[in-house]
């Protein structure tokens, strides 16, 4: 009896600990996405204050489209490095000196003499465009090492929603702060917001980073759980990443990461379109609010992204609970169907609807919106943590091509074309991906079940496999 006894006890005290260390470190990572979401503030905040004042600075408009080309630029060139930053320092290190590192640019913008200004606000877009990519990566890539691979939806929905509330939070202020108390006061709030960030990553122990090897099973586990449409695009990663990891292939490790997985390039590829498709977007909405109300246009856009925002925000409860209630995550095809929904209401909003209507479809776009980068981020952790940061390094670059690349074509295109048409193209691309993406996701998934079918019909054969025969055996 003392041993039948002893493993329940044994059994009991393991899920006890396995509790408490669950809680442990979901409480750990509400406190770094208390503290993202309060770098992100700062990071909203920046994006008007900083093109309103290189606006007034230099008198010209096209100071403010090289002004966010460079820090584009800078976020791509990141995006490419990243990954090998990753194999060889911790995550924690990444996000700590990428704060680090906005905080003393701004520091420098805000010291600079008049006559050094330019050169200030150059450097301040080529560091806040590398550092912010850079704590995205490490952050988004060391999510499973974090909270757990099981973990990994609600992580991703938790910080989506920091970030979702900073973005609102930083667009309404940004107006107030810099009227009310000018633009030096801004940059140092958004200074302190990077300092804030930063010590809160100091003071939690992150994991991540280093390689973060020996975790191919769990994603793979993760994968197969997930729904059936992880499995299906992630299978194989594995395999790859022990290949990768013993130099037999000559290939670069971003684009070996691509290839771990059937139709993962197709979905990197679906989300730098999907970026080309919110330049157009990102661009049109000030022409269209002028439109509606040549006076006051800032209410429109400001109003639209609020609406966007509650959205975005409400998917994500709904996510989190659907991930607590059933474990699983919305997988690549939620990605997919996310997409198309989100791109054709983005579409909608420029059709000239009435106000209540284009409110709905705002709501609508938010929650698509949420609902991809959730599908999207939680697909690309179901990798081998030796392909993971090259794999969200690579999708950073190819999502700030995308854009970059797009606000150049709409910029240009708004001066021949109405809004309506150059959002209906642009975004009426990614659909178009976006279905062949689903197509592929389908086509591997029946292939699966094909083969499956096959395996198991050969198993059940009277003269064929070990599985009658061990099942006549025990009988």
Not at 8 to 37: I, M, N, P, W
Not at 82 to 95: D, E, H, P, T, Y
Not at 217 to 228: D, I
Not at 230 to 248: L, M, N, P, Q
Request: aromatic fraction near 8%.
């Amino acid at each position: 009896m003392g041993s039948a006894d002893g493993p329940k006890a044994d059994e009991t005290d393991g899920d006890a600990r396995k509790a408490r260390d669950t809680a442990v470190s979901e409480r750990r990572f509400r406190f770094l996405v208390a503290g993202y979401a309060v770098s992100s503030y700062g990071t909203f905040l920046n994006m008007v204050a900083l093109n309103l004042f290189v606006y007034e600075t230099t008198g010209r408009a096209l100071a403010m489209g090289l002004f966010m080309a460079v820090r584009l630029a800078s976020g791509f060139v990141a995006g490419l490095v990243v990954g090998g930053l990753l194999a060889r320092f911790s995550a924690k290190s990444i996000m700590l000196w990428a704060n680090v590192g906005q905080g003393a640019v701004m520091l420098v913008l805000i010291l600079a003499p008049d006559g050094m200004l330019t050169g200030a606000l150059m450097a301040v877009s080529v560091v806040i465009g590398a550092c912010g990519t850079l704590f995205m990566v490490a952050l988004r890539s060391s999510i499973p090492e974090m909270v757990g691979e099981d973990r990994r939806a609600w992580a991703n929905s938790l910080s989506i929603t920091g970030r979702s509330l900073a973005m609102v939070a930083g667009f309404a202020s940004a107006g107030v702060v810099v009227s009310l108390v000018g633009y030096t006061a801004a940059f140092l709030v958004d200074m302190a917001t990077f300092v804030a960030c930063a010590v809160t990553v100091a003071l939690l122990p992150i994991a991540g980073g280093k390689g973060a090897g020996g975790s191919a099973p769990e994603g793979s586990k993760s994968a197969e759980s997930s729904g059936g449409s992880e499995s299906s695009v992630g299978s194989g990663a594995g395999k790859d990443a022990s290949a990768a990891k013993s130099g037999r292939r000559r290939r670069p490790v971003a684009f070996l990461a691509l290839a771990a997985a059937p139709g993962m390039g197709l979905m990197v590829a679906l989300r730098g379109v999907d970026a080309f498709g919110s330049s157009s977007h990102n661009a049109a909405l000030p022409i269209y609010s002028t439109s509606l109300d040549a006076s006051n246009p800032a209410v429109f856009v400001s109003a639209f992204w609020c609406v966007w925002a509650l959205g975005n925000i409400g998917a994500q409860q709904v996510i989190q609970r659907y991930a607590q209630r059933t474990g699983r995550s919305v997988g690549a095809l939620g990605f997919g169907y996310g997409t198309v929904v989100m791109s054709a209401a983005f579409i909608a909003a420029f059709a000239g609807f009435p106000l209540a209507v284009t409110a709905v479809i705002a709501l609508i776009a938010g929650a698509a919106d949420g609902l991809t980068e959730v599908a999207y981020t939680s697909h690309l952790q179901t990798l081998p943590a030796t392909l993971r940061g090259h794999a969200f390094g690579l999708s950073a670059t190819f999502e700030n091509l995308g854009f970059g690349v797009g606000m150049i074509l709409v910029a240009a295109a708004l001066d021949r074309f109405s809004p309506l048409a150059v959002v209906g193209w642009s975004h009426g691309a990614a659909i178009v991906v976006a279905v062949v993406f689903l197509l592929r996701v389908a086509g591997v998934r029946r292939a699966e079940r094909t083969g499956l079918r096959k395996e198991e019909a050969v198993e059940g054969r009277p003269d064929r496999g070990d599985r009658d025969g061990a099942e006549v055996s025990r009988g």
